[in-house]
């Protein structure tokens, strides 16, 4: 089967700054658009190549809603009907929360492109007080980029978590989502070799998440230039994978998809000149680099 390739699309925006969004088909005929909420982003994940930017802009609503308006227009016949849209593309969805909510809605209106609620989901690296806005303003599905079991290791490769730790950030959604009983949360999670991938960390996920109705996305790191990580190998994936399930988790493995064309998850952008710094490397760490 020939393998199926994603389609990047790059916005020219009126003050000259470039956005991405990128197409992924699914071999079922399912297609995925995700979208940018900002130009670069502030959050200066230590994994991720849009982090190296900085923040150079908010998007508008309009800019956002466009790119899914834009990709339907042009792909819908080539690629079967593209029925999730997910914000997942550049920036932090929730540090420009009201355009993103507006974005959103008008993404599931039925006067508007009328998505279905589930299949839009924003993702956010754990801003706490917009997460509780979000989740009673929005009915859209909501994902969230863990990545570390330890606020040591979420210090260190997510900054935000110094703001707002794994306790309250967790203790949140268990608080809001049991309260709503409708909703689950998508915990991403980027594997990363030495860092956040051994067993332990396994049975400390999920530890971390009883009580939160959830399912786990693991995803293969996709190294990126200047980048100081390395990707976990496949078969420790599916040990880590398996660890959780026999803990009673429902698990997703994705594997690398794109990243020989600059458009997976966290390789969106351009760097350029001016880079955000990369932050001290705990000790222990330092020989996983
Ligand atoms: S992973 Fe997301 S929140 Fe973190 S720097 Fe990259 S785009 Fe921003």
Redesign the pocket.
């Known amino acids: 089967m020939e393998p199926v390739r994603m389609l990047q699309i790059l916005f020219s925006l009126e003050d000259g700054s470039v956005i991405e969004t990128v197409i992924i088909p699914c071999a079922r005929g399912r297609t995925t658009i995700c979208v940018s909420s900002q130009v670069g ?1 502030a ?3 230590q994994f ?1 190549f ?2 190296r930017m900085g923040l150079r802009k908010h998007l508008s609503t309009a800019e956002i809603v466009e790119q899914a308006v834009f990709a339907r227009r042009l792909f819908s016949d080539e690629l079967g009907s593209i029925n999730n849209v997910v914000f997942m593309g ?3 969805p929730f540090h420009n929360i009201d355009n993103v909510i507006k974005a959103s809605a008008i993404m599931v209106d039925e006067q508007g492109l009328h998505f279905s609620p589930r299949k839009v989901t924003v993702s956010t ?1 754990g801003l706490v007080p917009q997460l509780k806005r979000f989740l009673q303003e929005s009915n859209c599905s909501l994902a969230v ?1 863990l990545n570390a079991t330890t606020d040591e290791v979420r210090n260190w490769i997510m900054p935000i978590n110094r703001k707002y730790n794994l306790n309250l950030l967790l203790g949140t959604l268990r608080e809001e989502l049991n309260l709503r009983q409708k909703q689950i949360v998508l915990f991403e999670y980027v594997m990363l070799s030495g860092v956040n991938d051994s067993m332990d960390d396994a049975k400390r996920l999920i530890e971390l998440v009883q009580g939160i109705p959830c399912k786990i996305n693991l995803i293969s790191f996709n190294p990126h230039g200047g980048s100081q990580f390395k990707p976990t190998p496949d078969d420790k994936i599916i040990e880590f994978r398996n660890v959780l399930i026999q803990g009673g988790l429902t698990v997703f493995v994705r594997l690398s998809r794109g990243d020989d064309q600059m458009a997976a998850c ?1 390789q969106l952008g351009e760097p350029g000149g001016y880079q955000l710094p990369l932050l001290r490397v705990p000790e222990k760490f330092q020989v996983a680099l």
């Open positions: 982003c959050m200066n994940c991720c849009t982090g550049m920036g932090e690296s980029s966290g």
